[in-house]
């Protein structure tokens, strides 16, 4: 079965689409090929994002930021957007099938203590999870049972 090609798309692509990819990889890895980019991208993965995934036992450590330019003319099922500047930017992604948006706030926002920051960071991490997660998964299950369909027809049966 040929995976689902999705690609994660945020502004710095230093937190939540580095989050929601490290899900994707770790939850739907074998069903789907995943890659994040940036708008204008940070060059770094923020410490408390991989430390909030660490935490559920999803390593993002080797993750780094990458351009949106260097994924644009690759095909992609599914481009998501995970924060409104992303999606003002690229209302539009070439070579996407299927374009969603699920905004996340973004923890680097945040002020206040270290417990305040981290804390902001594993809410996001689980919203991730809750809502993008099953948004994949929907597209996966017609595909799976259009290529059993497929098979079945091919087979006679």
Not at 16 to 24: D, I, K, T, Y
Not at 53 to 82: C, R, Y
């Amino acid at each position: 079965m040929e995976k689902l090609r999705v690609l994660i798309l945020c502004t710095g692509n230093s937190c939540r689409s580095q989050m929601a990819e490290g899900w994707v990889r770790h939850l739907l890895g074998d069903r789907v090929e995943v890659a994040s980019a940036g708008t204008h991208p940070a060059g770094y993965v923020h410490p408390l994002a991989v430390k909030a995934m660490a935490e559920v036992g999803v390593d993002i450590s080797t993750h780094t930021s990458k351009s949106l330019e260097q994924f644009v003319n690759q095909p992609w099922d599914l481009v998501i957007t995970v924060c409104d500047s992303a999606r003002e930017e690229c209302p539009y992604f070439p070579g996407g099938k299927e374009q969603l948006h699920i905004s996340f706030p973004d923890p680097v926002l945040v002020s206040g203590p270290l417990h305040v920051k981290e804390a902001a960071y594993r809410t996001v991490r689980d919203a991730i999870r809750e809502h993008l997660i099953p948004e994949i998964e929907r597209r996966l299950a017609p595909q799976a049972l259009g290529n059993e369909r497929s098979g079945q027809l091919a087979d006679g049966t």
